[in-house]
């Protein structure tokens, strides 16, 4: 999935290049590009919603390429911010809620069946493994760790969810985006799994370090444990 990953976005980023380019040229703010792929993403909530599949589905991908623009272009005008990063990372929490928002409503309207009622707990499992995905790397690395291990990260999640939507709409009642779904649903909170393995492993007392993370206690941590020691 690594690979395959990593593939996708060495050609997108090729391809996209000339765009960042000028961008970096013309001193386009980071944050504007956030703000832009999340209304972008976002609208992807409405289109789910009125049943317009295949729109939804360009928009969740046009607005995952907006992931790379902001992200560069930071880096490369030397406009990278803490704050910049905060902000961007809570922008994608809030247009992946609304995507699977989107995705509830496509599935509970006046036509939904006994399938559409059980889609309802697939979208909401995979919804809390997506978010989830994201607290356990921020919690890990209040800590110090590292934490992107996982087989479902969101460039995986936005290719799949925005790939079956453009191209296979409600085909055969939309059965490749509900196949894509109960991926997420099940392999979302595999990762979050996996996480919290990683987490334990690197965090044992006896304090051996599993892989290229080593953690070290912050200074906070420790003094919170030293007031519950006494």
């Not at 996209?16 to 209304?39: A, K, Y």
């Not at 289109?47 to 295949?54: D, E, I, N």
């Not at 939904?112 to 978010?131: F, K, P, R």
């Amino acid at each position: 999935m690594k690979s395959l990953r990593a593939a996708l976005e060495k050609g997108l980023r090729a391809a996209v290049d000339p765009i960042i380019n000028w961008m970096v040229r013309e001193r386009v703010h980071p944050n504007t590009l956030s703000t832009l792929g999340f209304l972008i993403t976002c609208s992807s909530g409405y289109f789910f919603h009125t049943h317009q599949v295949r729109p939804a589905g360009a928009m969740i991908l046009l607005g995952g390429i907006f992931d790379l623009f902001d992200g560069t272009v930071a880096r490369r005008t030397g406009l990278a911010s803490p704050f910049g990063a905060f902000y961007d990372s809570t922008l994608d929490r809030l247009s992946e809620i609304i995507v699977y928002i989107g995705l509830l409503s496509l599935y509970n309207d006046f036509r939904a069946d006994a399938n559409d009622v059980v889609m309802i707990y697939v979208v909401i499992l995979a919804m809390a493994g997506s978010l989830m995905i994201s607290y356990t790397r921020a919690r890990a690395e209040a800590l110090g760790i590292d934490c992107t291990v996982g087989i479902m990260q969101r460039a995986e999640r936005v290719i799949l969810i925005g790939a079956a939507a453009l191209f296979f709409g409600e085909q055969n009642n939309g059965a490749v985006l509900r196949v894509v779904l109960w991926g997420l649903a099940i392999l979302t909170n595999l990762t979050v799994l996996q996480r919290i393995l990683w987490v334990y492993q690197n965090t044992r007392p006896e304090g051996v370090a599993v892989g290229k993370a080593v953690w070290k206690m912050p200074e906070w941590l420790g003094r919170k444990l030293d007031k519950e020691d006494h």
